[in-house]
Nanobody, 117 residues
Framework: VQLQASGGGLVQAGGSLRLSCAAS????????MGWFRQAPGKEREFVAQ????????LYADSVKGRFTISRDNAKNTVYLQMNNLKPEDTAVYYC???????????WGQGTLVTVSS
């Protein structure tokens, strides 16, 4: 499974960006997809996830009410709409494939989001 992330860029605080992550295929063990981010000097942290079947979502507290994750099953693509961006949202954002085991087993290459104050 290959994941291709896109949509990062430079935006001013309060602005919006939409990230996309397209999976080359889904396997029988694919349960969902999600996003993590890693800021300079920090560990990678969970941002949001969504399941393929029910569309059930989960968000980190830091992005609730500002970010929305969605999916297009026909395109094997997941989106992350990010609104009201803050400088602390600056990071490389990675999409991942969530297996039914609960493990994140495939990763995209990362896309950089920079929010200026």
């Amino acid at each position: 499974v290959q994941l291709q992330a896109s949509g990062g860029g430079l935006v001013q605080a309060g602005g919006s960006l939409r990230l996309s992550c397209a999976a080359s295929r889904r396997t029988v063990s694919s349960y969902g997809m999600g996003w993590f981010r890693q800021a300079p000097g920090k560990e990678r942290e969970f941002v949001a996830q969504i399941t393929w079947n029910s569309g059930s979502t989960l968000y980190a507290d830091s992005v609730k009410g500002r970010f929305t994750i969605s999916r297009d099953n026909a395109k094997n693509t997941v989106y992350l709409q990010m609104n009201n961006l803050k400088p602390e949202d600056t990071a490389v954002y990675y999409c991942g494939n969530l297996a039914r085991t609960g493990k994140w087993d495939y990763w995209g290459q990362g896309t950089l989001v920079t929010v200026s104050s």
